[in-house]
Protein backbone atom coordinates (compact mmCIF):
# COMPACT_ATOMS: atom_id res chain seq x y z
CA UNK A 1 0.00 0.00 0.00
CA UNK A 2 1.21 3.61 -0.99
CA UNK A 3 0.59 5.80 1.90
CA UNK A 4 -0.10 9.54 1.02
CA UNK A 5 -0.11 12.47 3.46
CA UNK A 6 -3.84 14.23 3.26
CA UNK A 7 -4.64 17.21 4.41
CA UNK A 8 -8.43 18.21 5.18
CA UNK A 9 -9.66 21.46 5.13
CA UNK A 10 -12.70 21.21 7.19
CA UNK A 11 -12.88 18.53 10.56
CA UNK A 12 -16.54 17.86 9.07
CA UNK A 13 -15.36 16.60 6.01
CA UNK A 14 -15.82 12.94 5.23
CA UNK A 15 -12.76 11.72 4.06
CA UNK A 16 -11.65 9.94 1.26
CA UNK A 17 -12.10 5.91 1.18
CA UNK A 18 -10.28 3.88 -1.54
CA UNK A 19 -12.15 1.14 -2.59
CA UNK A 20 -9.60 -1.95 -3.15
CA UNK A 21 -11.24 -4.36 -6.00
CA UNK A 22 -13.94 -1.97 -7.21
CA UNK A 23 -11.83 0.98 -9.20
CA UNK A 24 -8.79 2.62 -8.32
CA UNK A 25 -10.00 5.53 -8.94
CA UNK A 26 -11.04 7.80 -5.58
CA UNK A 27 -14.00 10.24 -5.64
CA UNK A 28 -13.73 13.67 -4.59
CA UNK A 29 -16.19 15.78 -2.72
CA UNK A 30 -17.25 19.47 -3.19
CA UNK A 31 -16.15 21.41 0.10
CA UNK A 32 -18.83 23.60 0.31
CA UNK A 33 -22.24 24.26 -0.91
CA UNK A 34 -22.64 25.93 -4.47
CA UNK A 35 -25.25 27.75 -6.71
CA UNK A 36 -24.39 28.02 -10.20
CA UNK A 37 -26.35 30.01 -12.89
CA UNK A 38 -26.23 28.97 -16.34
CA UNK A 39 -23.29 29.76 -18.25
CA UNK A 40 -21.10 30.72 -15.03
CA UNK A 41 -17.97 29.68 -14.08
CA UNK A 42 -16.11 28.78 -10.57
CA UNK A 43 -13.39 26.64 -9.05
CA UNK A 44 -15.37 24.76 -6.81
CA UNK A 45 -13.06 23.64 -3.77
CA UNK A 46 -12.51 20.19 -2.71
CA UNK A 47 -10.83 20.63 0.78
CA UNK A 48 -7.97 18.51 0.57
CA UNK A 49 -4.16 19.01 -0.43
CA UNK A 50 -1.94 16.21 -0.07
CA UNK A 51 1.71 15.55 -0.55
CA UNK A 52 2.11 13.01 -3.69
CA UNK A 53 4.05 10.26 -3.22
CA UNK A 54 7.89 11.31 -5.01
CA UNK A 55 7.74 10.81 -8.96
CA UNK A 56 3.77 11.10 -8.89
CA UNK A 57 1.39 13.59 -9.96
CA UNK A 58 -2.46 13.45 -9.83
CA UNK A 59 -5.13 13.49 -12.46
CA UNK A 60 -8.88 14.65 -11.92
CA UNK A 61 -11.45 13.73 -13.42
CA UNK A 62 -15.36 14.19 -13.39
CA UNK A 63 -17.35 11.19 -12.69
CA UNK A 64 -19.27 9.97 -15.27
CA UNK A 65 -22.77 10.77 -13.71
CA UNK A 66 -21.30 14.51 -12.87
CA UNK A 67 -23.09 15.85 -15.58
CA UNK A 68 -26.35 14.34 -15.17
CA UNK A 69 -26.45 14.94 -11.82
CA UNK A 70 -25.34 18.71 -11.12
CA UNK A 71 -25.12 19.65 -15.18
CA UNK A 72 -21.74 20.56 -15.02
CA UNK A 73 -18.20 19.79 -17.09
CA UNK A 74 -15.04 20.07 -16.03
CA UNK A 75 -13.32 23.08 -17.75
CA UNK A 76 -9.71 21.58 -18.36
CA UNK A 77 -11.58 18.53 -19.15
CA UNK A 78 -8.53 16.57 -16.98
CA UNK A 79 -6.99 18.38 -14.19
CA UNK A 80 -3.26 17.93 -13.40
CA UNK A 81 -2.05 17.87 -10.11
CA UNK A 82 1.23 18.84 -9.59
CA UNK A 83 3.93 17.00 -7.08
CA UNK A 84 5.25 20.46 -6.09
CA UNK A 85 1.85 21.09 -5.01
CA UNK A 86 1.75 19.99 -1.93
CA UNK A 87 2.00 23.23 0.36
CA UNK A 88 -0.47 23.91 3.02
CA UNK A 89 -2.41 26.33 0.95
CA UNK A 90 -2.64 24.36 -2.41
CA UNK A 91 -6.29 23.22 -1.97
CA UNK A 92 -7.26 20.95 -4.46
CA UNK A 93 -10.30 22.46 -7.15
CA UNK A 94 -12.33 21.56 -9.69
CA UNK A 95 -12.67 23.97 -12.91
CA UNK A 96 -16.45 23.98 -13.35
CA UNK A 97 -18.69 25.27 -16.03
CA UNK A 98 -22.28 24.85 -15.56
CA UNK A 99 -24.57 24.14 -18.65
CA UNK A 100 -27.87 24.84 -16.69
CA UNK A 101 -29.23 26.66 -13.41
CA UNK A 102 -27.66 24.25 -10.52
CA UNK A 103 -27.12 23.14 -7.07
CA UNK A 104 -23.79 20.95 -5.74
CA UNK A 105 -23.98 20.64 -2.10
CA UNK A 106 -21.03 20.44 0.52
CA UNK A 107 -20.31 16.84 0.52
CA UNK A 108 -21.55 15.93 -3.18
CA UNK A 109 -18.87 13.66 -5.01
CA UNK A 110 -18.16 15.61 -8.15
CA UNK A 111 -14.98 14.00 -9.48
CA UNK A 112 -12.53 11.23 -8.91
CA UNK A 113 -8.56 10.93 -9.60
CA UNK A 114 -6.02 8.98 -9.40
CA UNK A 115 -2.17 9.05 -8.77
CA UNK A 116 0.60 8.68 -12.04
CA UNK A 117 3.65 8.26 -12.31
CA UNK A 118 5.81 10.73 -14.22
CA UNK A 119 6.64 10.21 -18.20
CA UNK A 120 10.87 9.91 -18.20
CA UNK A 121 12.55 13.07 -19.17
CA UNK A 122 12.53 13.81 -22.59
CA UNK A 123 15.49 15.49 -25.19
CA UNK A 124 13.91 16.71 -28.85
CA UNK A 125 15.95 16.15 -31.02
CA UNK A 126 15.65 18.18 -34.47
CA UNK A 127 15.15 15.74 -37.51
CA UNK A 128 13.93 17.16 -41.80
CA UNK A 129 12.10 13.24 -42.04
CA UNK A 130 10.99 11.03 -39.39
CA UNK A 131 11.08 7.95 -41.90
CA UNK A 132 8.10 6.55 -41.64
CA UNK A 133 5.05 6.59 -43.88
CA UNK A 134 2.22 8.72 -42.55
CA UNK A 135 -0.71 6.78 -40.41
CA UNK A 136 -3.46 9.70 -42.17
CA UNK A 137 -4.71 12.31 -40.16
CA UNK A 138 -8.20 12.79 -38.50
CA UNK A 139 -11.21 10.46 -39.44
CA UNK A 140 -8.80 8.65 -42.21
CA UNK A 141 -10.04 5.30 -41.28
CA UNK A 142 -13.59 6.14 -41.95
CA UNK A 143 -16.98 5.97 -39.99
CA UNK A 144 -17.53 1.68 -39.74
O1 LIG B 1 -8.14 20.80 -12.04
C1 LIG B 1 -7.16 21.26 -11.43
C2 LIG B 1 -5.94 21.53 -12.07
C3 LIG B 1 -4.90 22.04 -11.32
N1 LIG B 1 -5.04 22.27 -9.99
C4 LIG B 1 -3.91 22.77 -9.20
C5 LIG B 1 -2.82 21.71 -9.05
C6 LIG B 1 -1.80 22.09 -10.05
O2 LIG B 1 -0.51 21.65 -9.64
C7 LIG B 1 -1.94 23.60 -10.09
C8 LIG B 1 -1.50 24.22 -11.39
O3 LIG B 1 -2.15 23.55 -12.45
P1 LIG B 1 -1.72 23.72 -13.96
O4 LIG B 1 -0.23 23.74 -14.07
O5 LIG B 1 -2.47 22.74 -14.75
O6 LIG B 1 -2.33 25.16 -14.23
P2 LIG B 1 -1.76 26.42 -14.95
O7 LIG B 1 -2.92 27.12 -15.52
O8 LIG B 1 -0.64 26.06 -15.90
O9 LIG B 1 -1.25 27.24 -13.71
P3 LIG B 1 0.22 27.48 -13.11
O10 LIG B 1 0.65 28.77 -13.70
O11 LIG B 1 -0.02 27.55 -11.63
O12 LIG B 1 1.08 26.31 -13.50
O13 LIG B 1 -3.33 23.86 -9.89
C9 LIG B 1 -6.24 22.00 -9.35
O14 LIG B 1 -6.40 22.20 -8.15
N2 LIG B 1 -7.25 21.50 -10.10
Redesign the pocket.
Known amino acids: MQKIRIKYFHDDMEKLTYIDGKSDWIDLRAAEDVEMKAGEFKLVP?GIAMELPKGYEAH?VPRSSTYKNFGII?T?HM????E??CGDN??????AYALRDTKIGKGDRICQFRIMEHQPAILFEETDSLDHEDRGGIGSTGRR
Open positions: LVQNGVIDSYDQWFFP
